[in-house]
């Protein structure tokens, strides 16, 4: 797993935990408000902050210690929504690296893509990211578990390769390997594991347009044989992460 998987995948635990404490804070402050429990001291909450309660009577311990039941639930609930498991996807189950527009490969103005030459899939005329925000990039994610099986030195086509065998081609525009990796910054290299929608290679389509090449990005399965069926699971628009293609390969002696 690359360093940038696994910066993202702390990140995400963190600020579940983050949400959570101050969640819990919050929400058990404001029941103690409401229920109006006081203390005689300054001091640690939980078990041993039950000391400082005391004096308040019976009623005053009770509702201290059902604050700090909902103060414990509410944070829990709060990092629980935020940090949860993330989504398996079916190993034949190819998902989108862009967001954008499908097009038939054979609508792909690049006879090598249009012909199936280098194998079955579909192509994504990716989503318009101009403006002082984006500033033109576009970040492709992996379309699958898998490793980096090929990495282009010119950082503009990118395989993924799962444990199927099952290895999908992303080609960012068409004839962009002329552009020798301007505008191109791969996040992994080859061999890397990587899960479904990690990022991957990073591009500034922008740039890409502006000198004059097709941003049209073909994905393709490649070293597909004759008894695979590659099935079409989306069409027209989709997100990153949507499930695109699905890839069946025949059963051995089948």
């Known amino acids: 797993v690359s360093m940038a998987h696994r910066q993202a995948t702390l990140a995400r635990f963190m600020s579940g935990q983050i949400l959570g404490l101050v969640s819990g804070q919050a929400i058990g402050g404001l029941f103690a408000a409401i229920m109006g429990i006081h203390a005689s001291a300054y001091g640690v909450t939980g078990v041993f902050g039950s000391l400082i309660v005391l004096n308040g009577g019976t009623w005053n311990l009770i509702w201290y210690v059902v604050t700090i039941l909902v103060a414990s639930a509410a944070a829990f609930t709060a990092s629980y929504a935020w940090y ?40 994504i005329l990716p989503e318009n990211r101009t403006g002082i925000k984006n500033k033109g990039l576009h970040t492709v994610t992996a379309p699958f578990d898998g490793r980096i099986s ?75 044989d004759a008894s695979t069926v590659i099935t079409v699971l989306k069409n027209g628009s989709v997100k990153q992460n949507d499930r695109i293609l699905s890839v069946k390969k025949a059963l051995a002696g089948a």
């Open 84 to 123: 949860r498991d993330e989504e398996t996807i079916p190993l034949n189950i190819v998902v989108s690296p862009l967001a954008g527009q499908t097009i038939p490969l054979t609508d792909v103005k690049d006879a090598t893509f249009a012909q199936g030459l280098l194998g079955p899939g579909l192509a």
């Open 150 to 224: 090929t990495l282009f030195p010119t950082g503009h086509a990118i395989a993924v390769t799962n444990d199927d065998d099952v290895s999908v081609l992303i080609h960012v525009g068409l004839n962009t390997v002329e552009l020798n990796g301007q505008y191109f910054e791969p996040l992994v290299k080859d061999g890397d594991r990587v899960k479904a929608g990690q990022p991957i290679l990073r591009f500034n389509g922008d740039q890409i347009l502006k000198a004059g090449y097709d941003i049209t990005t073909p994905v393709v399965v490649v070293d597909a």
